[in-house]
């Protein structure tokens, strides 16, 4: 499931780890 629907999974994971760590990021 990983392997064969890469994008999809990869697109919301990273996203959703971008704004958490941009957001405590940007804050601190």
Request: proline residues 11%; without cysteine; glycine residues 8%.
């Amino acid at each position: 499931v990983l392997k064969k629907k890469p994008t999809s999974q990869g697109h919301k994971k990273p996203k959703g780890l971008s704004d958490i760590v941009f957001i405590p990021s940007s804050k601190s």
